[in-house]
Protein backbone atom coordinates (compact mmCIF):
# COMPACT_ATOMS: atom_id res chain seq x y z
CA UNK A 1 0.00 0.00 0.00
CA UNK A 2 1.21 3.70 -1.01
CA UNK A 3 2.58 5.65 2.28
CA UNK A 4 0.23 9.28 1.57
CA UNK A 5 1.98 12.37 2.84
CA UNK A 6 -0.99 14.54 2.95
CA UNK A 7 0.84 18.35 3.36
CA UNK A 8 -1.25 21.33 4.39
CA UNK A 9 -0.43 23.58 1.27
CA UNK A 10 1.76 23.28 -1.33
CA UNK A 11 5.30 23.23 -0.90
CA UNK A 12 7.17 26.05 -1.78
CA UNK A 13 9.19 26.20 -5.06
CA UNK A 14 12.17 28.24 -4.12
CA UNK A 15 12.51 25.26 -1.16
CA UNK A 16 12.02 22.59 -3.80
CA UNK A 17 14.51 24.26 -6.23
CA UNK A 18 16.63 24.21 -3.34
CA UNK A 19 16.92 20.76 -2.40
CA UNK A 20 17.38 20.16 -5.90
CA UNK A 21 20.35 22.39 -6.80
CA UNK A 22 21.44 20.48 -3.29
CA UNK A 23 20.58 17.24 -4.83
CA UNK A 24 23.33 17.39 -7.68
CA UNK A 25 26.24 17.67 -5.37
CA UNK A 26 28.88 15.51 -4.93
CA UNK A 27 29.26 13.33 -2.35
CA UNK A 28 25.11 14.42 -1.13
CA UNK A 29 23.68 14.23 -4.06
CA UNK A 30 21.77 11.78 -6.87
CA UNK A 31 24.60 11.08 -9.00
CA UNK A 32 25.94 7.66 -11.22
CA UNK A 33 23.60 5.92 -13.23
CA UNK A 34 20.55 4.79 -12.48
CA UNK A 35 19.68 0.54 -12.44
CA UNK A 36 16.96 -0.67 -14.72
CA UNK A 37 15.59 -2.62 -11.30
CA UNK A 38 16.04 0.38 -9.37
CA UNK A 39 12.76 0.83 -7.21
CA UNK A 40 10.83 4.12 -7.16
CA UNK A 41 9.38 5.83 -3.51
CA UNK A 42 6.00 4.77 -2.86
CA UNK A 43 4.89 8.11 -2.22
CA UNK A 44 1.65 9.71 -2.75
CA UNK A 45 1.54 13.66 -2.22
CA UNK A 46 -1.57 14.81 -1.23
CA UNK A 47 -2.82 18.59 -1.12
CA UNK A 48 -6.44 19.28 -0.48
CA UNK A 49 -9.10 22.18 -1.15
CA UNK A 50 -6.37 24.21 -2.63
CA UNK A 51 -7.15 27.73 -3.82
CA UNK A 52 -6.38 28.42 -7.00
CA UNK A 53 -4.81 32.30 -7.18
CA UNK A 54 -6.94 33.92 -9.81
CA UNK A 55 -4.30 36.82 -9.96
CA UNK A 56 -1.82 33.74 -11.06
CA UNK A 57 -3.65 32.59 -13.35
CA UNK A 58 -4.46 35.87 -15.35
CA UNK A 59 -0.33 36.07 -15.09
CA UNK A 60 0.16 32.52 -16.63
CA UNK A 61 -2.23 33.63 -19.54
CA UNK A 62 -0.40 37.30 -20.02
CA UNK A 63 2.77 35.23 -20.08
CA UNK A 64 0.99 32.06 -22.82
CA UNK A 65 -1.17 34.22 -25.00
CA UNK A 66 -4.58 31.94 -23.70
CA UNK A 67 -7.63 33.92 -22.40
CA UNK A 68 -8.21 34.78 -19.12
CA UNK A 69 -11.95 33.34 -18.23
CA UNK A 70 -13.93 31.80 -15.81
CA UNK A 71 -12.33 28.17 -16.49
CA UNK A 72 -8.67 27.19 -16.16
CA UNK A 73 -6.77 27.06 -19.21
CA UNK A 74 -6.36 23.62 -20.45
CA UNK A 75 -2.27 23.16 -19.18
CA UNK A 76 -2.71 25.39 -16.43
CA UNK A 77 -3.36 21.54 -14.05
CA UNK A 78 0.23 21.42 -14.90
CA UNK A 79 1.10 24.62 -12.99
CA UNK A 80 -0.97 23.30 -10.66
CA UNK A 81 0.74 20.16 -9.38
CA UNK A 82 4.13 21.43 -10.21
CA UNK A 83 5.16 22.14 -6.69
CA UNK A 84 4.37 17.92 -5.81
CA UNK A 85 6.08 17.03 -8.31
CA UNK A 86 9.16 18.92 -7.65
CA UNK A 87 8.01 17.44 -4.06
CA UNK A 88 8.24 14.00 -5.53
CA UNK A 89 11.63 14.37 -7.59
CA UNK A 90 13.68 15.77 -4.37
CA UNK A 91 12.91 12.96 -2.21
CA UNK A 92 16.02 10.72 -0.96
CA UNK A 93 14.63 7.55 -2.66
CA UNK A 94 13.99 8.91 -5.98
CA UNK A 95 16.81 7.45 -8.16
CA UNK A 96 17.69 10.76 -9.79
CA UNK A 97 17.79 14.00 -9.77
CA UNK A 98 15.22 16.73 -10.30
CA UNK A 99 17.42 19.72 -11.81
CA UNK A 100 18.81 18.17 -15.00
CA UNK A 101 16.52 15.63 -16.12
CA UNK A 102 14.70 16.51 -19.39
CA UNK A 103 10.83 17.04 -19.82
CA UNK A 104 10.35 14.75 -22.89
CA UNK A 105 6.49 14.22 -22.90
CA UNK A 106 3.16 15.56 -21.81
CA UNK A 107 -0.34 14.51 -21.14
CA UNK A 108 -2.98 15.95 -19.37
CA UNK A 109 -6.30 14.30 -19.86
CA UNK A 110 -8.73 16.58 -18.72
CA UNK A 111 -12.71 15.14 -18.06
CA UNK A 112 -14.48 18.00 -17.43
CA UNK A 113 -13.28 22.25 -17.38
CA UNK A 114 -12.34 23.37 -14.18
CA UNK A 115 -14.17 26.86 -12.90
CA UNK A 116 -11.71 29.22 -11.52
CA UNK A 117 -12.97 29.35 -8.01
CA UNK A 118 -13.55 25.31 -7.51
CA UNK A 119 -11.00 23.64 -4.47
CA UNK A 120 -8.67 21.28 -6.20
CA UNK A 121 -7.28 18.48 -4.45
CA UNK A 122 -4.05 16.75 -6.21
CA UNK A 123 -2.18 13.39 -5.57
CA UNK A 124 1.16 13.17 -7.15
CA UNK A 125 3.30 9.80 -7.30
CA UNK A 126 5.97 8.29 -9.94
CA UNK A 127 5.74 5.65 -11.53
CA UNK A 128 7.12 3.18 -14.52
CA UNK A 129 10.78 3.44 -14.34
CA UNK A 130 12.15 2.22 -17.53
CA UNK A 131 14.72 2.16 -19.89
CA UNK A 132 15.17 4.63 -23.23
CA UNK A 133 18.00 4.19 -25.45
CA UNK A 134 19.23 7.69 -24.22
CA UNK A 135 18.72 7.19 -20.79
CA UNK A 136 15.90 5.88 -17.85
CA UNK A 137 12.92 7.48 -18.33
CA UNK A 138 10.04 7.59 -15.53
CA UNK A 139 6.02 9.16 -15.21
CA UNK A 140 4.64 11.52 -12.36
CA UNK A 141 1.66 11.57 -12.21
CA UNK A 142 -1.23 13.75 -10.65
CA UNK A 143 -4.75 13.11 -10.34
CA UNK A 144 -6.43 16.66 -9.73
CA UNK A 145 -10.33 16.33 -8.20
CA UNK A 146 -12.82 18.20 -7.13
CA UNK A 147 -14.03 16.71 -4.21
CA UNK A 148 -14.15 13.27 -5.03
CA UNK A 149 -14.51 13.63 -8.51
CA UNK A 150 -11.73 13.30 -10.75
CA UNK A 151 -11.39 16.39 -13.30
CA UNK A 152 -7.93 16.32 -15.27
CA UNK A 153 -4.80 13.87 -14.86
CA UNK A 154 -1.59 14.73 -15.78
CA UNK A 155 1.41 13.00 -16.39
CA UNK A 156 5.13 14.09 -17.26
CA UNK A 157 7.78 11.75 -18.37
CA UNK A 158 10.83 12.65 -17.81
CA UNK A 159 14.57 11.20 -18.79
CA UNK A 160 17.76 11.09 -16.65
CA UNK A 161 20.40 10.83 -19.88
CA UNK A 162 22.39 7.74 -19.20
CA UNK A 163 23.26 4.81 -21.48
CA UNK A 164 21.09 1.77 -20.82
CA UNK A 165 20.63 -1.41 -22.63
CA UNK A 166 18.92 0.46 -25.42
CA UNK A 167 21.70 2.26 -26.17
CA UNK A 168 23.92 2.51 -29.17
CA UNK A 169 21.02 0.27 -31.34
CA UNK A 170 19.36 1.72 -34.46
CA UNK A 171 18.56 4.91 -34.78
CA UNK A 172 16.05 6.99 -37.06
CA UNK A 173 17.19 9.37 -39.72
CA UNK A 174 16.24 12.71 -38.82
CA UNK A 175 14.95 14.71 -41.03
CA UNK A 176 16.54 16.68 -43.38
CA UNK A 177 16.53 20.89 -42.63
CA UNK A 178 13.69 22.40 -44.28
CA UNK A 179 12.02 25.58 -44.99
CA UNK A 180 8.60 24.94 -43.30
CA UNK A 181 5.46 26.48 -44.47
CA UNK A 182 3.38 29.80 -43.48
CA UNK A 183 2.49 29.34 -40.03
CA UNK A 184 -0.78 29.76 -38.68
CA UNK A 185 0.82 31.46 -36.02
CA UNK A 186 4.23 33.27 -35.26
CA UNK A 187 5.11 32.75 -31.45
CA UNK A 188 7.59 35.05 -30.37
CA UNK A 189 9.25 34.55 -27.06
CA UNK A 190 12.10 36.07 -25.33
CA UNK A 191 13.94 36.23 -21.93
CA UNK A 192 11.30 38.49 -20.05
CA UNK A 193 8.02 36.81 -21.24
CA UNK A 194 9.66 33.14 -19.79
CA UNK A 195 10.83 35.06 -16.73
CA UNK A 196 7.20 36.10 -16.38
CA UNK A 197 6.01 32.44 -17.21
CA UNK A 198 8.53 31.66 -15.01
CA UNK A 199 7.24 33.69 -12.12
CA UNK A 200 3.54 32.65 -12.45
CA UNK A 201 4.23 29.01 -12.93
CA UNK A 202 6.94 28.78 -10.24
CA UNK A 203 8.92 26.46 -12.44
CA UNK A 204 12.27 28.59 -12.09
CA UNK A 205 14.69 26.60 -13.67
CA UNK A 206 17.98 27.52 -13.79
CA UNK A 207 18.11 27.00 -17.63
CA UNK A 208 15.55 28.97 -18.49
CA UNK A 209 15.95 32.17 -16.33
CA UNK A 210 19.24 33.62 -17.52
CA UNK A 211 22.14 32.91 -19.89
CA UNK A 212 24.90 32.48 -17.19
CA UNK A 213 23.18 29.53 -15.35
CA UNK A 214 22.10 28.22 -18.78
CA UNK A 215 25.27 27.66 -20.11
CA UNK A 216 26.13 26.21 -16.75
CA UNK A 217 24.04 23.09 -18.02
CA UNK A 218 25.27 22.86 -21.70
CA UNK A 219 23.02 25.17 -22.94
CA UNK A 220 24.20 28.39 -25.18
CA UNK A 221 21.74 30.59 -24.05
CA UNK A 222 18.46 30.27 -21.39
CA UNK A 223 16.16 27.98 -23.59
CA UNK A 224 11.99 28.35 -23.20
CA UNK A 225 9.91 26.23 -21.08
CA UNK A 226 8.51 23.37 -23.11
CA UNK A 227 4.94 23.48 -21.12
CA UNK A 228 5.03 27.05 -22.05
CA UNK A 229 5.35 26.13 -25.95
CA UNK A 230 2.64 23.66 -24.92
CA UNK A 231 0.16 26.08 -23.54
CA UNK A 232 1.32 28.80 -26.09
CA UNK A 233 0.31 27.17 -29.66
CA UNK A 234 -3.26 26.05 -28.05
CA UNK A 235 -4.02 29.87 -27.62
CA UNK A 236 -5.79 30.24 -30.86
CA UNK A 237 -7.47 26.81 -30.77
CA UNK A 238 -8.32 26.25 -27.34
CA UNK A 239 -11.88 27.91 -26.91
CA UNK A 240 -12.71 25.40 -29.63
CA UNK A 241 -12.19 22.09 -27.64
CA UNK A 242 -14.43 19.82 -25.75
CA UNK A 243 -14.87 19.63 -22.48
CA UNK A 244 -13.03 16.26 -22.19
CA UNK A 245 -10.05 16.18 -24.14
CA UNK A 246 -6.50 14.46 -23.96
CA UNK A 247 -3.82 16.63 -24.93
CA UNK A 248 -0.25 14.67 -25.78
CA UNK A 249 3.18 16.67 -26.16
CA UNK A 250 6.26 15.44 -27.53
CA UNK A 251 9.42 17.94 -26.65
CA UNK A 252 12.10 18.47 -29.19
CA UNK A 253 14.86 20.84 -29.90
CA UNK A 254 14.75 23.32 -27.06
CA UNK A 255 14.12 26.79 -28.15
CA UNK A 256 17.17 29.25 -27.72
CA UNK A 257 15.88 32.81 -26.54
CA UNK A 258 15.21 35.20 -27.95
CA UNK A 259 13.25 33.64 -30.81
CA UNK A 260 10.32 33.45 -33.33
CA UNK A 261 8.99 29.92 -34.04
CA UNK A 262 6.37 28.76 -36.30
CA UNK A 263 2.95 27.45 -34.77
CA UNK A 264 0.73 24.90 -36.62
CA UNK A 265 -2.92 23.78 -35.97
CA UNK A 266 -4.49 21.14 -38.00
CA UNK A 267 -7.75 19.71 -37.83
CA UNK A 268 -8.47 16.18 -38.03
CA UNK A 269 -10.68 13.56 -37.77
CA UNK A 270 -10.48 12.95 -34.10
CA UNK A 271 -9.28 16.50 -33.25
CA UNK A 272 -6.48 18.50 -34.04
CA UNK A 273 -2.76 18.06 -34.46
CA UNK A 274 -0.53 20.81 -33.11
CA UNK A 275 3.14 22.03 -34.10
CA UNK A 276 5.75 24.18 -33.32
CA UNK A 277 8.52 24.42 -35.96
CA UNK A 278 11.86 25.79 -36.19
CA UNK A 279 10.89 28.85 -38.35
CA UNK A 280 14.49 28.60 -40.52
CA UNK A 281 15.19 25.14 -40.24
CA UNK A 282 11.99 23.12 -40.05
CA UNK A 283 12.90 21.22 -37.03
CA UNK A 284 10.37 20.87 -34.45
CA UNK A 285 10.32 22.11 -31.30
CA UNK A 286 7.16 20.71 -30.27
CA UNK A 287 4.72 17.42 -31.57
CA UNK A 288 1.19 17.33 -30.33
CA UNK A 289 -2.53 16.27 -30.80
CA UNK A 290 -5.64 16.84 -29.25
CA UNK A 291 -8.38 14.07 -29.17
CA UNK A 292 -11.72 14.48 -27.57
Excluded at 49 to 61: F, G, M, S
Excluded at 261 to 289: C, M, Q
Aim: net charge positive.
Amino acid sequence: MANTVALKSLPATADVYRSAVLGMLPGIGKGGSVRPDATLPDTVYTVSALKTDAEKVRQYCAATGQQFGEHLPLTYPFVAQFPLMMQTMVAPAFPFGAVGSVHLENRIRRVRRIALGEPLSIATHAENLREHRKGMLVDIVSRISVGSELVTEQTSTLLKQQRTSLSGGPKSTPPKDHRPPAPDVTLAVDLGRIRSYAAASGDRNPIHMANLTAKAFGFPRAIAHGMWTAAAVLANVEAYLPDEVTYEAKFGKPILLPAKVNGYVDTTEGGWDVSVLNRSKGYPHLTGTLRG
